[in-house]
C-alpha cells in the first residue's frame, strides 16, 4: 500500500478531524487526504516555501522555484480551501495549532526532525512521518537525513508507543513506550564515499 492511501485510511479509521502537515511542498498529500478523508474540518499547512541559507538538503531550491512550488500546492488545495489555513513559515516561526493529527515530511536533518517533534507533539493527538529509513537518503554530499533513529528516541523520551510501516511512523495511541526495531546507527554511520576510501587503503 502506497503512503497516501495508507494515511488516508488511518484518518478515516479514527476520524480524524484536524489535520496539520509539516513540509507540504507541491501539496500532494494534503490533496489527496481532502480528496479522500470527509472527516476533516480544518487542515493547516506548513511550510517556508522558501531558500533556507542553514539548510543543506537537495529540495531546498532557489525563491523564483519555490514561487512556482507554493503556485503549485495553492491550485492542489483550491477546492478545498474553506477547510485549509496555510502557516507559512518554519514550525520555529509559526504557532502550531492543537490538532488530532500531525504529519511531518519537512527538514529531516538532526535539527530539523528535532524542533518539528518537538514542537509538534504538545499540539496533536498523533504524530506520523515520513522517511523513517537509510540516513545519507541524498548522498554524502547532503546533511544525513535523522529521522531514524531520532522520531523513535523522541517517543520513547516521551514514553509513547511507536511503529513503523515501511519508511512510515506513528507516534501515539494507548499505553507506553513500545518499539521492537532497531535503532542503532552503527550499521549506517559511514557515508558511502567514505566507506570505499576506506576499502581502498584497508584502514
Not at 112 to 140: E, F
Not at 147 to 156: G, L, R, T
Request: proline fraction near 6%.
Amino acid at each position: 500500500m502506497d503512503r497516501l492511501r495508507f494515511w488516508a485510511d488511518f484518518v478515516n479509521e479514527h476520524a480524524i478531524r484536524t489535520v496539520t502537515e509539516i513540509g507540504v511542498w507541491r501539496g500532494e498529500f494534503a490533496e489527496f487526504l481532502l480528496s479522500n478523508c470527509p472527516t476533516i474540518e480544518r487542515y493547516y499547512l506548513v511550510d517556508p516555501w522558501r531558500h533556507l541559507d542553514s539548510w543543506n538538503k537537495p529540495f531546498n531550491k532557489e525563491d523564483n522555484t519555490f514561487g512556482e512550488v507554493f503556485a503549485d500546492a495553492q491550485r492542489r488545495i483550491a477546492p478545498f480551501r474553506s477547510k485549509c489555513e496555510i502557516l507559512r513559515g518554519t514550525t520555529a516561526e509559526v504557532e502550531l495549532p492543537q490538532v488530532d493529527f500531525t504529519y511531518v515530511d519537512g527538514d529531516h536533518t538532526l535539527r530539523g526532525i528535532a524542533v518539528d517533534l518537538i514542537r509538534a507533539w504538545p499540539k496533536t493527538t498523533w504524530l506520523g512521518g515520513d522517511d523513517y529509513g537509510p540516513i545519507w537518503q541524498h548522498g554524502s554530499q547532503f546533511e544525513p537525513s535523522m529521522v531514524f533513529p531520532f522520531a523513535a528516541n523522541f517517543a520513547e523520551a516521551v514514553d509513547a508507543p511507536f511503529e513503523v510501516f515501511a519508511n512510515q511512523y506513528l507516534i501515539g495511541g494507548e499505553g507506553g513506550f513500545s518499539f521492537t526495531g532497531d535503532t542503532s546507527l552503527a550499521r549506517q554511520v559511514q557515508p558511502p564515499m567514505f566507506a570505499r576510501v576506506k576499502r581502498l587503503f584497508r584502514w
